[in-house]
C-alpha cells in the first residue's frame, strides 16, 4: 500500500539575490522563480556527488551500499513522498525520519556499513557537510535484496535532466520538483521524482540509467 507524507516547500534562498527591479535581464523575475522552482532549487547531481564523496571518504570504501537515498529540494517544507508499490523498507525509512523538510538542498542515505554488512546507518549530507551516523533498527527483509551500490546509479549523474523530465510529464502548471527517492525494487533501482503544483502532485519514475519508465498523478 502507497504511504504518504507531507511536508510544505517555499522558494529557497537562491533567488534572494534578486535585483529589486524584479528581473534579471530580459526575464522577468516571477517567471525566473518559477523556473528555478521547477528545477528543484538544489536538486542537482552534484547534491548526491558531494553525499557520497563524503561517504566514501568516512567508510574507507570506494563506492557505499545504500538501501535509501531522499534527496529534498531547499526551503522543503511542503512535499509529498508518494510510490508506486512502495517496499516496506521505504515504508520504514519514511516512518524513521522525526522531519523530512529542510532550510537547504540534503542528501538522506541509508547506508550498509561495509565493517558490519548486517548494520544500517543513517546518514544526512547537507551544506557540503557529511554528519555522523545514527544507527537504524534493522528488521527482517531489510538487508534482503534492498541493498545497490550508489555509483550503479548513473541517474544521480543526470539529475537536473530528470527533474526538468518529471515537472514536463506532469502536466501540472506551474509543477515543481520537490524530492527524489532512490531505493531498489525487486532486481531493479528506481529514482522517482516527486512534483508538486498548486493543483495537483505526480511522480515520475525512471531506472538507474534513467531512462524514464512512467509518470502518473497522485
Same mark, same amino acid.
Do not use: K
Given at each position: 500500500?502507497?504511504?504518504?507524507?507531507?511536508? #510544505?516547500?517555499?522558494? +529557497?534562498?537562491? @533567488?534572494? /539575490? $534578486?535585483? &529589486?527591479?524584479?528581473?534579471?535581464?530580459?526575464? *522577468? =523575475?516571477?517567471?525566473?522563480?518559477?523556473?528555478? #522552482?521547477?528545477?528543484? +532549487?538544489?536538486? @542537482?547531481? /552534484? $547534491?548526491? &556527488?558531494?553525499?557520497?564523496?563524503?561517504?566514501? *571518504? =568516512?567508510?574507507?570504501?570506494?563506492?557505499?551500499?545504500?538501501?535509501?537515498?531522499?534527496?529534498?529540494?531547499?526551503?522543503?517544507?511542503?512535499?509529498?513522498?508518494?510510490?508506486?508499490?512502495?517496499?516496506?523498507?521505504?515504508?520504514?525509512?519514511?516512518?524513521?525520519?522525526?522531519?523530512?523538510?529542510?532550510?537547504?538542498?540534503?542528501?538522506?542515505?541509508?547506508?550498509?556499513?561495509?565493517?558490519?554488512?548486517?548494520?544500517?546507518?543513517?546518514?544526512?549530507?547537507?551544506?557540503?557537510?557529511?554528519?555522523?551516523?545514527?544507527?537504524?533498527?534493522?528488521?527482517?527483509?531489510?538487508?534482503?535484496?534492498?541493498?545497490?551500490?550508489?555509483?550503479?546509479?548513473?541517474?544521480?549523474?543526470?539529475?537536473?535532466?530528470?527533474?526538468?523530465?518529471?515537472?514536463?510529464?506532469?502536466?501540472?502548471?506551474?509543477?515543481?520538483?520537490?524530492?527524489?527517492?532512490?531505493?531498489?525494487?525487486?532486481?531493479?533501482?528506481?529514482?522517482?521524482?516527486?512534483?508538486?503544483?498548486?493543483?495537483?502532485?505526480?511522480?515520475?519514475?525512471?531506472?538507474?540509467?534513467?531512462?524514464?519508465?512512467?509518470?502518473?498523478?497522485?
Amino acid at each position: 500500500m502507497s504511504r504518504r507524507r507531507w511536508g #510544505r516547500w517555499v522558494l +529557497g534562498p537562491c @533567488v534572494v /539575490a $534578486l535585483t &529589486a527591479t524584479g528581473c534579471i535581464g530580459a526575464v *522577468d =523575475r516571477a517567471d525566473f522563480e518559477q523556473v528555478v #522552482r521547477a528545477r528543484g +532549487g538544489g536538486l @542537482v547531481a /552534484a $547534491l548526491p &556527488a558531494g553525499a557520497v564523496t563524503a561517504l566514501a *571518504d =568516512r567508510l574507507g570504501v570506494a563506492d557505499p551500499e545504500a538501501t535509501v537515498i531522499l534527496l529534498t529540494a531547499p526551503e522543503s517544507e511542503r512535499f509529498e513522498i508518494a510510490m508506486i508499490d512502495q517496499p516496506a523498507h521505504v515504508t520504514r525509512f519514511l516512518g524513521d525520519g522525526a522531519g523530512l523538510a529542510s532550510r537547504n538542498a540534503t542528501a538522506r542515505l541509508r547506508i550498509r556499513d561495509p565493517r558490519r554488512p548486517d548494520q544500517l546507518d543513517d546518514y544526512t549530507y547537507t551544506l557540503g557537510a557529511l554528519g555522523e551516523p545514527t544507527p537504524v533498527r534493522v528488521y527482517a527483509g531489510d538487508l534482503t535484496d534492498t541493498a545497490f551500490a550508489i555509483g550503479e546509479v548513473s541517474a544521480l549523474t543526470r539529475l537536473e535532466e530528470l527533474v526538468d523530465t518529471s515537472v514536463t510529464r506532469s502536466g501540472l502548471e506551474r509543477a515543481s520538483a520537490s524530492a527524489v527517492l532512490v531505493h531498489r525494487s525487486g532486481a531493479n533501482v528506481l529514482v522517482t521524482v516527486n512534483v508538486t503544483a498548486p493543483r495537483g502532485a505526480a511522480i515520475a519514475q525512471f531506472d538507474a540509467a534513467g531512462t524514464f519508465l512512467r509518470s502518473q498523478r497522485i
